[in-house]
């Protein structure tokens, strides 16, 4: 049939990726319709009990979505056909089945907008920042409860009901649906590329966080996608890129790896090209911002062969940019790491000192102290500084890491 593929040959897995793909388009599609995010999520859930006992057999649709957003819909007319609201769904969408159209054109304007809707209406400032990061891996990532849960190590119960929390938020506080317009743009878009960027760093800070990190790396190419004309977008999915090709070096058996003792021979090549290709284009558009300037970063590493062969004053200077547009102690500690390497570890040690009162309970300080205190030879301190920071680290392999360092500086 012409609006089907692989008629036949697809199993449980295909079904489960091809839903997953076109879980979020739907959703954001039947929440516009339907007024309610619950309801939507059950027609989309309910659809793919259809979808599970057809897909296999007839093949899976060239345009899940649409099936899915059609079987969802024909299912809530079924149901409440009878009420006002049945007959006033079938009037909105007296038009051809979605799964039957062949020229998508569905996709091209209301779906864009209907997904960008959702993105925004996830990542709203009104909502705690873990409601949102829940929020946009269920409904945007099509992560189920238990897959969410597993992904920040708590229940599935307790995901679940912060997930209900957060959906009664949206609907007490009145969250609009709507891409927000005007002056409030950029702020809106930073919360919600800052989320898709915590959501990579929780999968990144643990050896089993690869769901985590995949995730975001997708939406962050979808955001892209719907908004094109968005720099700090691009920037930011590059960044993703640009870390994530280090991936397979960051782990041994569990453990943490510096990045100077990495294997660079296990970078993946293909993303940082890709990464460094997107960074050229956003130094072209010289519309600069914190995401882009961080991934322009992370393309001086990746061009590295080694640490010692790192141009260090580059990073530098993209540093003191940074700082000029996103002025935390954070940049600032980071920012006082690379002084190290330029000027020698007094110098670094001294940018560190200055910093520490405002990032007293923050683990990395105490490491980069560490790390400067070891190069300087003075090892009961270098000690100190590790202890101090494996005992504010919240991970375990963090954790183990620094303890590790502690030791091996005083051997």
């Known amino acids: 049939m012409k609006n089907r593929v692989a008629a036949g040959s697809d199993t449980t897995g295909d079904v489960e990726a091809a839903f997953r793909e076109a879980y979020g388009k739907a959703v954001s599609t039947l929440v516009r ?32 979505a649409g099936w899915i957003v059609t079987t969802a819909r024909n299912h809530a007319i ?120 915590l959501i990579y760093n929780a999968g990144a800070d643990r050896p089993d966080g690869g769901t985590l990190r995949i995730e975001s790396i997708r939406l962050a190419r979808e955001l892209v996608g719907l908004m094109p004309d968005e720099p700090e977008a691009a920037g930011l999915l590059a960044l993703l890129m640009l870390n994530e090709s280090r991936a397979q070096a960051r782990w041994d058996s569990g453990r943490v790896v510096r990045l100077k003792d990495q294997d660079r021979s296990l970078w993946d090549s293909v993303l940082i090209e890709e990464g460094q290709a997107i960074v050229l284009r956003c130094i072209r558009r010289a519309q600069p911002g914190p995401f882009q300037i961080q991934a322009a970063i992370q393309a001086v590493h990746s061009a590295a062969s080694s640490v010692e062969a790192t141009d260090w004053e580059q990073i530098l200077d993209n540093y003191d940019r940074l700082m000029k547009m996103a002025p935390t102690a954070v940049v600032a500690l980071n920012r006082a790491i690379v002084v190290g390497e330029i000027h020698g570890a007094d110098a670094g040690l001294e940018s560190i000192i200055e910093l520490e009162e405002e990032l007293a309970g923050y683990h990395l300080m105490y490491a980069a102290r560490g790390a400067m205190l070891g190069r300087l030879g003075r090892r009961e301190e270098a000690e100190q500084a590790y202890l101090k920071a494996a005992e504010l680290a919240d991970g375990e392999a963090d954790r183990r890491f620094l303890l590790e360092q502690a030791a091996a500086i005083c051997e």
């Open 78 to 197: 079924d149901t409440f056909r009878r009420d006002a609201r049945g007959r006033e769904l079938q009037r909105e969408m007296a038009q051809p089945p979605l799964g039957e159209q062949t020229d998508m054109s569905w996709e091209s304007d209301t779906v864009v907008d209907d997904q960008l809707r959702l993105i925004f209406t996830c990542c709203h400032p009104a909502l705690r920042p873990e409601h949102q990061i829940a929020l946009t891996l269920r409904l945007l990532g099509g992560l189920t409860v238990d897959e969410v849960a597993r992904s920040f190590l708590i229940s599935e119960p307790a995901m679940s009901k912060r997930l209900t929390r957060a959906k009664y938020k949206i609907k007490a506080a009145n969250i609009p649906y709507r891409v927000p317009d005007g002056a409030e743009l950029p702020a809106r878009l930073r919360t919600v590329l800052t989320v898709l960027y």
């Open 33 to 64: 319709v339907f007024g309610d995010i619950s309801s939507a999520e059950d027609a989309v859930q309910d659809a793919f009990v259809v979808a599970a006992e057809r897909w296999p057999a007839g093949g899976i649709p060239a345009n899940p």
